[in-house]
């Protein structure tokens, strides 16, 4: 058994993961301020008294990556693996500069390709909505990085005096009459909207008669739900790449 940590803007997911899939999982806000200790105190919680082989971490806020190492190592004794371009993954990374390449992004290929196989596409619906692309020859070849839902909500509300932030709850309609319905169809609907037509473009592009579309992240099943794509919806993508990751690097440490 494996601790797998994600590392997200807005939370932090932790699991106890296994060849069966996730035991035991738990969420806390990402504090970029806080010490070991907060992390600390949170993964106790979860690991206390669980004997553990490695520790697996995607991270997108490298901030707090030196804390949340001394807290995993403090708990557990063990120094834990962070995902980056360098480790063994199974993909041949197009990326200009693959140390560029998101840890979350690496790890959800990972976990894309090993479960689903390729060509994939895969559509992560967070704080920020990304698009990976992986070929028939494993290779990561890009994407695509988008303002999430909440994200483009929140950043109306700031900057537009006259628009409130509101509840992300889906509607129906495609014209609104009210001010709130007119925000959720221009941030939920034309989100969806958005994916497709990107899907279109990519499909279109690399001339694929099949590919295999993956959505994961936070708000994946609200979305993919108004989408004229039809794709798998699988929120633990990330855990089941953080368990492959760790199973090709175990000896890196």
Known sequence: MILGIDVGNTNIVAALIDESGICKEYRYDTDKKESDLYHKKHLKTLVDKQALNGIMISSVVPEINDCLKQACIALTGLSPIFVNAELKTGLNIRYDNPKKLGADLITAAVGAVKKYGSPVIIVDIGTATTLSVINESNEYLGGMIAPGPSTAMKALAATA???????????????GTNTVDCMKIGILTAHAAMIDGMLDR???????NTVCLIATGGRCEDITNMCVHKMVCDKNLIFYGLYELYKMNCNAI
């Open 202 to 208: 990519v499909i279109e592009s690399l001339y694929l």
């Open 161 to 175: 005096s006259q628009l409130p932030e509101i509840e992300l709850i889906a509607t129906d309609k495609v014209i």
